[in-house]
């Protein structure tokens, strides 16, 4: 027996299918798009606490490296300055009773422009010349302590900031420059980026928006790269103060979610970042969750169809009785 199409049963069968398929179809395509951006401003809120957090505590560490220097060049007599061995003994005392600068301090003779002094010795130092070099030069314009944006420091190469006061004599005359080095990715400088971590793998990068440069990150093999393109636009946005982050491309291409806290005084954004394949865990969970619980309806309405459709071909068609 043919099943016919225009049956009742089949009608309740295909609606029953149909309206299973739409509601599923509504909440893949229309609910949870819509859940998403507020998993997302959710992700936003509980970054940006940590992110302020380990901001005021980079710019803390910055400001007080800036305030310790500029009190080592006031307290240095400047009569030392001739004096190389008291000088050297002077910048290893201090340098071991308040070891806040990781890789040593030097003193550069302004004369000359070579090292005076530096503890601990570096093989070299003693011999370069740092008249052309441009954060020294700075350093001269600025008149007062001052940091340089990171870069590669001296001979070693590795990623650091140079931190620098001008030592005078009694007329208010430079006549040396006291440095103090700290290494990005050495203990005991940045530590609360260098030992922390977002979730699972999360981290988080610093970023000077006007170098468009990332000047520290979590991980070693970001420090002094070029900002993600994509993203430079949202750091600007930050920086003006319009907005806390959103989804942008990372480096390598991923999409990850951005949350922006800022250093003032320094013109950086220390970033919080997360891929979106692990912030928007929830989204994805309950995606997969609908999938299977949608599978219980669709398969309960197939079985009907099967059944009505083996009920109605076993089913024997009538005969008449042959007339007498």
Known sequence: MKISLQGIKFRFIALGIALACVATLLRQLVVLPQFQPQVSELGVAQHASIARYIALDVEHSLVRRLELVGQFASDLPPELVSQQPKLQAWIAA??????????????????????????????????????????????????KAGMNTPAPVLQSGEPGILFTAPVRDASGVSVAMLVGIGFLNKPGFLDGINDSRLGATGNFLMVSVADQLIVHASDPN???????????????????????????????????????????????LLVARMPTEEAFKTVEGVRSFVWRASAVPWASCCWCCFSACRASSSRSPMRRAPCA
């Open 94 to 143: 201090h340098q071991r009773a308040t070891p806040s600068f990781n890789g040593g301090m030097f003193v550069v003779g302004l004369d000359n422009f070579t090292p005076l002094a530096e503890y601990p010795a570096l093989p070299g130092r003693r011999q370069y010349d740092f008249h052309r070099s441009p954060w020294l030069q700075a350093a001269l314009r600025n008149k």
């Open 222 to 268: 970001l420090v002094l790269k070029p900002a993600p393109l994509a993203a430079i636009r949202t750091l600007e946005q930050a920086a003006a103060g319009h907005g806390q982050g959103g989804i942008v491309e990372g480096a390598d291409g991923t999409d990850e979610l951005w949350t922006l806290a800022p250093l003032r005084r320094f013109g950086w």
